[in-house]
């Protein structure tokens, strides 16, 4: 079995400031790793996601995120938010190889940028 | 080209009722995916379908919940007998081909039981 752990559930930033949202999984398997956002009364949305390669990974508006192996780790970064990134971010992972479908997520980091 | 849509957008029932979820994928995607976000549970994985088949049932809460694909498109997720604790956003999702294809959500259909 699988789980995330989104270290933290709430995380107040100024707009312009850097952020990092934490995240780290636990799996017996090799797996894929996923970020999404959910904006205010609107549906998931991906930001990136890693399958394999570069343990780096740019995805949309400006957010990256790392894979560490050894550390069980996908944190997300941005270094300067906006006041439009006020949103939910959730963590999820996959199995790499069967059952692969099943997405785990984890409870989710309230991102609040203010002015 | 249009998103995954769900309906209702809404939907008050009474404890007891049966009611039915409805998924309209992105056309062309063959895998699709059930979701409930609850303010218990965070978001917890249902079912799957690739194609009309579902291969994993196992995320199903109880038999009173079941849900079917047609013509590999429309799906439906129906609930039983609803209880106070299957109040939830059920959202619905799809992707091309599988879970490293990007997953499209639908924006959720808001279910209160009273």
């Known amino acids: 079995a699988q789980s995330v752990t989104q270290l933290d559930s709430q995380v107040p930033v100024f707009e312009e400031a850097p952020v990092e949202l934490r995240c780290n999984y636990s799996s017996s398997v090799s797996v894929y790793l996923f970020w999404y956002v959910q904006y205010p009364n609107q549906g998931l949305q991906l930001l990136l996601k890693?399958?394999?390669?570069?343990?780096l990974v740019k995805g949309i508006n400006g957010f990256e995120a790392e894979f560490n192996k050894s550390q069980t780790s996908f944190h997300l970064r941005k270094p300067s938010v906006h006041i439009s990134d006020t949103a939910e971010y959730f963590c999820a992972v996959s199995n790499s190889g069967g059952s692969n479908y099943k997405l785990t997520f984890g409870k989710g980091t309230l991102l609040t940028v203010n002015p | 080209g249009a998103g995954v849509s769900q309906s209702p957008s809404n939907k008050v029932t009474e404890k007891g009722k049966d009611v039915e979820l409805r998924c309209d994928p992105i056309?062309?995607?063959?895998?699709l995916y059930w979701y409930r976000q609850s303010l218990g549970q965070g978001l917890e994985f249902l079912i799957y379908f690739q194609g009309n088949s579902a291969p994993d049932k196992s995320g199903l809460p109880s038999d009173r919940f079941s849900a079917e694909r047609t013509g590999g498109s429309v799906s439906t997720l129906t609930i039983q007998r609803t209880q106070q604790e299957d109040s939830a956003v059920y959202l619905c999702?799809?992707?091309?081909?599988?879970?490293?294809?990007?997953?499209?959500f639908g924006p959720g259909t808001r279910l209160t039981v009273l």
């Open positions: 056309s062309g995607h063959t895998a």
């Open positions: 999702a799809s992707s091309l081909l599988g879970v490293t294809d990007t997953q499209y």
């Open positions: 890693y399958l394999s390669g570069s343990t």
